[in-house]
């Protein structure tokens, strides 16, 4: 590189996460297990939880989404929700 050059950000892909990846060429059913708090991770769980409620909510509105996605995170948001209301740190 020269002085001259400026780095850029490569463009973003393929950002699925991999809990929905397809495995080969067959699609899977899937569900959201959320865990509790644990000792690893009882410092960030509540900053992480609020992101992720945030993160399912905004993808139950994701018109792109197909209906049956979006009823899956809906279902996700929930368990997620009922972990948060029963085992918040």
């Known amino acids: 590189m020269t ?42 769980w509540s900053t992480a939880a609020e992101h992720a409620a945030g993160y399912w909510a905004r993808l139950t509105q994701c018109q792109e989404l197909s209906r049956g996605f979006r009823k899956f995170c809906t279902s996700s948001l929930n368990a997620f929700n009922m972990l948060r209301k029963n085992f918040s740190p």
């Open 3 to 44: 002085d001259k050059e400026t780095l850029q950000l490569a463009p973003v892909y393929d950002m699925l996460p991999m809990m929905f990846a397809p495995r080969g060429n067959n699609l899977f059913e899937h569900r959201f297990d959320p865990q509790p708090a644990n000792a690893n991770n009882y410092d960030i």
